[in-house]
């Protein structure tokens, strides 16, 4: 009765929207004023203490288990909370600890391979034809997922104001999109560089399929393996990945790869609060050793890595678009997934994608393009900001 009451508390304050739960001896409560937006079914009990220590955990694991089922959208439910400031999901104890992590060379490896290795046919469920798994870009309500992500590279490579003939190193360069676009519209002779070997073999694939064999080339190597000096670089969806403790490195890294006037764009998602970027059922389930900067940590290894700061864009409404439209995808081919891998596997991805959605949605996080550059700040590029919207316009 104790259990049942503390419950009750717990979720009477835990979410900004009108909810029911049904706990597990069949009784129904409400919560909130007006008729239910999400209900909530909890068919076994979870021990307190850990739903309080690591709430995103434990609820995450019952409801890959099926201990718990929600009808209705879990992305509302989840914003709701985030929303909230009062709610016991945004009071997580595991972010006062972060635990250590190595991001070794070795580890680091292996903890992308964990998440990207999945499968190129898992990512093809659901991802669009061009295998772009980031933030797309959408510049008008219209673009669908696949002009939306080309939108993105595309505006990626408009701000770095490229010449023919120049040389690209593409950090982090997944299945090869951005690449491609850099050697058939810009003419850059391009390198990308992956830890994960289903995105090399992808990415060898569709060199050959371009015909860019002497055009591009990418590697399987870290980051910190790669040498030489290049005139622009790219990096999009990659810091999240390097960890906290490397994260100075990283930048200065980025640094080292540029010619003295070179140009970077680093693109990523940042945190929009202080403190830890980890949560403990991503960290455990989608990705090991991962890690959200902020933007004051970003600022500070741009500043100390000697990179200066041409322009800062948040794109935080294009990613909750990009994911809603990745879930309505993957909601479509579910029982494909779960045939294959396995319902418990199949439902995290589903509370994963709409999760993102909500933590967007609800500004917990963000993601932003810095436009950095190795000499003075906008060394090369137009004195005005017009330049990085007249190119896309003429063009489309």
Not at 222 to 232: F, N, P
Not at 390 to 395: D, F, G, I, L, M
Request: proline share 4%; hydrophobic share 35%; with cysteine.
């Amino acid at each position: 009765m104790l259990e049942k009451q503390v419950y009750s508390k717990l979720f009477a304050h835990a979410f900004d929207i009108p909810i029911s739960v049904k706990y597990w001896d069949g009784k129904v409560e409400n919560y909130g004023q007006g008729e239910p937006e999400v209900k909530v079914e909890i068919k076994k009990s979870i021990p307190l203490t850990q739903l309080v220590d690591q709430p995103t955990l434990v609820l995450g694991e019952a409801y890959m288990n099926g201990e718990i089922e929600i009808d209705g959208s879990i992305q509302k439910l989840v914003a709701s909370a985030y929303r909230n400031s009062g709610s016991f999901l945004t009071k997580n104890s595991f972010l006062k600890h972060l635990p250590k992590m190595s991001h070794s060379e070795k580890e680091s490896k292996k903890d992308v391979q964990s998440h990207y290795d999945i499968g190129n046919d898992f990512y093809k469920l659901w991802l669009d034809k061009s295998m772009t798994y980031s933030c797309a870009y959408f510049r008008t309500p219209a673009d669908s997922l696949e002009q939306a992500q080309m939108n993105k590279i595309e505006h990626i490579l408009y701000k770095l104001q490229p010449k023919s003939g120049q040389t690209l190193l593409d950090i982090g360069s997944g299945w090869g999109s951005l690449l491609i676009v850099a050697a058939e519209k810009f003419g850059l002779k391009a390198t990308g560089i992956t830890l994960s070997q289903e995105q090399y073999d992808y990415t060898q694939n569709l060199i050959k399929e371009h015909h860019l064999e002497d055009q591009v080339k990418v590697l399987l190597q870290d980051y910190r393996e790669v040498k030489g000096q290049y005139d622009l670089v790219t990096s999009v969806g990659m810091f999240e990945h390097v960890g906290k403790e490397n994260l100075e490195t990283y930048f200065k890294e980025v640094h080292e790869f540029l010619k003295p006037e070179g140009r970077a764009l680093i693109h990523g998602i940042t945190g929009q609060h202080r403190g830890a970027g980890v949560d403990p059922f991503i960290i455990k389930y989608i990705f090991p050793g991962g890690y959200i900067p902020n933007l004051e940590e970003n600022v500070g290894h741009i500043i100390d890595a000697g990179l200066q700061i041409t322009d800062i864009e948040p794109l935080r409404r294009h990613y909750q678009r990009t994911l809603e439209i990745w879930n309505e995808n993957y909601m479509k081919v579910f029982d494909q997934a779960a045939d294959k891998y396995g319902l418990p596997f199949a439902r995290m991805w589903t509370l994963y994608l709409q999760a993102c959605a909500a933590s967007f949605e609800a500004g917990n996080i963000d993601v932003v393009q810095y436009l950095l550059t190795k000499a003075p700040s906008g060394t090369g590029l137009p004195m005005t900001r017009d330049y990085l919207y007249q190119a896309e316009n003429s063009n489309n």
